[in-house]
């Protein structure tokens, strides 16, 4: 006996666990006379009575109501919903809902993927399925409600008033779901800081939301400088105490601060070109690309032979970047100044301070104790330049690869991070931008699509901020503090 009452127990527990739906959520009238609970809509018309279950045409014993709420097994048994169930998940936080919508396996009614589109604040969907769990999702200052249709559910979302909207949905397998993201992100903000600058932070779609902060100087207004000095880590404020807009600079050894790349400033270069994208600029034009440059040494008999330099390597190879040089089965002439102080086989540990070329063991061009000077030009020669990398766009057009360029730390090419660019218009209208942490071929979609005529990017991770008037406007103050550099862009008003 006690098993059937156990079993029992269970089964009205079941009975009891179903999810339960406002009946105005299915259009439905409710009148009370007495004992007797009916509920209604055109067409349709079926009773509780308190004490003697449901009346004819459904089986008694089914789910009572509660409150005004109906069960799924009542719901089915009267036909006011015929489609496919699939469970429902969410989660949220201040600027997304996702619903997650378990999918029955085999079920060949599918949700259509939505591009991201935008709503006005109010957002009406409807979805193939019903849905009984989205009675559940209480979302933090979203409203969500639901109306339930014979085949299918219509989902009514009201977000938080001034805010940018945005929603996608998207198929994903094994197991079969449906997810729908549904954005209501902080507002757009814009100012002008003086006049012919504008700082602004936008959203980009990519197709995540991705804030972007901007600093935008219109063309003729506005005069760039590189500031910093190759050895040295300072917070960029320090570098320009008087730029209306400063932007962290290009990549450098951490415990040494030696610049990676060319560093030009006022015509004479501070650091030698590494191999990668760089920016040029003088009079108001940038432009960016990979540097042009030819290198030589001059051996104690003045001869002059053509090396490579860096990355771009040849039969001679000068190396001016502290680290491992040379390859197996070379020798490396070690320079400090303009003379060669030892030779090794190579690979060897480049020093900072030092230079090393790496050559044939059987062709040697000069001998320890001679002197050996290294000799580089730019063709053309520009006024300045800042190496970084990788290039974003060209001429209007998303050319970023993250092949086409020598990078041994994969992370400027491919990891999730804060991304710090400068880009400009065709009408020589110039941008500082900040993100935060997203992957290059994301910004550069982005910044594509914005119609920008270039962008190259510059170091980012940690190092990516920008200034403005004195103030860090991106990314937020770190509580232990802000990571110096050794090069930036200071900006200034012509």
């Known amino acids: 006996m006690g098993r059937y009452v156990l079993v029992w127990f269970w089964l009205l527990a079941l009975a009891w666990a179903q999810p339960w739906v406002p009946a105005s959520r299915l259009g439905l009238q409710v009148e009370r006379q007495g004992e007797a609970t009916t509920f209604r809509k055109e067409g349709l018309e079926f009773t509780y009575v308190e004490g003697l279950g449901w009346a004819p045409p459904l089986e008694a014993g089914l789910p009572p109501p509660q409150n005004g709420r109906l069960p799924v097994a009542v719901i089915r048994a009267v036909g006011l919903v015929t489609a496919p169930e699939a469970g429902v998940r969410f989660s949220a936080d201040a ?91 902080e507002p757009e903000r814009e100012e002008e800081v003086a006049p012919g600058f504008r700082y602004r932070e936008v959203w980009a779609w990519t197709p995540e939301p991705l804030r972007m902060y901007w600093l935008e100087a219109q063309a003729g207004r506005w005069r760039m400088e590189p500031v910093g000095r190759p050895g040295e880590r300072r917070v960029l404020p320090e570098m320009a105490p008087g730029a209306l807009a400063l932007l962290n600079g290009g990549y450098f050894d951490g415990r040494s601060g030696t610049p990676i790349g060319l560093w030009v400033r006022g015509g004479v270069a501070l650091s030698l070109p590494y191999g990668r994208s760089t920016l040029f600029w003088q009079e108001g034009s940038v432009f960016a690309g990979r540097p042009r440059f030819a290198a ?62 790496s050559f044939p063991p059987q062709e040697p061009i000069a001998r320890t104790g001679e002197t050996l000077k290294l000799l580089v030009s730019l063709e053309p020669p520009v006024e300045y330049a800042l190496e970084a990398g990788p290039l974003l766009i060209q001429a209007g057009q998303n050319v970023f ?94």
Request: glycine content about 10%; overall charge positive; proline content about 11%.
């Open 95 to 185: 600027q997304r809902l996702r619903l997650v919508l378990d999918l029955p396996e085999g079920d060949a009614v599918r949700p259509s993927p939505s591009e991201l589109a935008p709503y006005p604040g109010r957002l009406e969907l409807s979805l193939p399925y019903f849905l009984p769990g989205l009675e559940g999702v209480r979302p933090p200052g979203v409203e969500v409600a639901a109306r339930y249709e014979p085949q299918s559910t219509l989902l009514v979302l009201q977000a938080p008033p001034g805010r940018t909207y945005r929603y996608r949905g998207f198929l994903l397998t094994d197991p079969s779901r449906y997810v729908l993201d549904v954005y209501y992100l």
């Open 296 to 357: 030589w040494v001059e051996t104690q008999e003045g001869r002059r032979i053509r090396v490579g330099l860096n990355l771009e390597r040849a039969r001679y190879t000068a190396h001016t970047l502290a680290g491992p040089v040379g390859r197996a089965g070379e020798q490396v002439h070690l320079v400090q100044g303009d003379r060669i102080v030892a030779t090794y086989p190579a690979p060897y540990a480049l020093p900072e301070g030092l230079w090393a070329l």
């Open 401 to 494: 690869d993250p092949n086409a360029e020598p990078f041994r730390d994969r992370a400027p090419v491919s990891a999730t991070a804060a991304q710090s660019v400068v880009a400009w218009s065709q009408q020589g209208d110039l941008y500082f931008i900040v993100t935060e942490p997203t992957r290059p071929e994301r910004l550069a979609q982005a910044l594509h699509e914005r119609g920008l005529w270039g962008a190259i990017r510059m170091d980012g991770g940690g190092s990516a901020q920008l200034w403005v008037r004195g103030q860090l406007r991106s990314p937020a103050p770190n509580p232990l503090g802000i990571r110096p550099v050794v090069s930036g862009l200071a900006l200034y008003p012509r």
